[in-house]
Nanobody, 128 residues
Framework: VQLQASGGGLVQAGGSLRLSCTASGRTSSSSSNLMAWFRQPPGKEREFVSTITRSGATTLYSDSVKGRFTISRDNAKNTVYLQMNSLKPEDTAVYYC????????????????????WGQGTQVTVSS
């Protein structure tokens, strides 16, 4: 499955951006039961942002974005979105989407090792 992320850019602090990530390929539907966003700030390791199940009934957020970011998905389009509001300079990072067909250990929902499929990343820069 291939993941294509888009929507990044430069925004002032307090502004908003919406990221999109579309899964494609022969097994894209079954391979993307879970879709997630991670980010990698400059000079730091990749970190979990949010994840969503296929039904949308379950979503998880990191503490740093809870209340400001909203994850959603459109299964007909095999697309996951990340609406980012009240952006802060510390949100500056390359944002990656990821997908998995199933994750058996709940701890892995927030870990890169839980997701075998990754997009190329999109840069988000928040100026102060």
């Amino acid at each position: 499955v291939q993941l294509q992320a888009s929507g990044g850019g430069l925004v002032q602090a307090g502004g908003s951006l919406r990221l999109s990530c579309t899964a494609s390929g022969r097994t894209s539907s079954s391979s993307s039961n879970l879709m997630a966003w991670f980010r990698q700030p400059p000079g730091k390791e990749r970190e979990f942002v949010s994840t969503i199940t296929r039904s949308g009934a379950t979503t998880l957020y990191s503490d740093s974005v809870k209340g400001r970011f909203t994850i959603s998905r459109d299964n007909a389009k095999n697309t996951v979105y990340l609406q980012m509001n009240s952006l802060k300079p510390e949100d500056t990072a390359v944002y990656y989407c990821a997908a998995a067909s199933v994750i058996f250990q709940t701890d892995n929902l927030r870990e890169t090792r839980g997701y075998p499929y990754w997009g190329q990343g999109t840069q988000v820069t928040v100026s102060s």
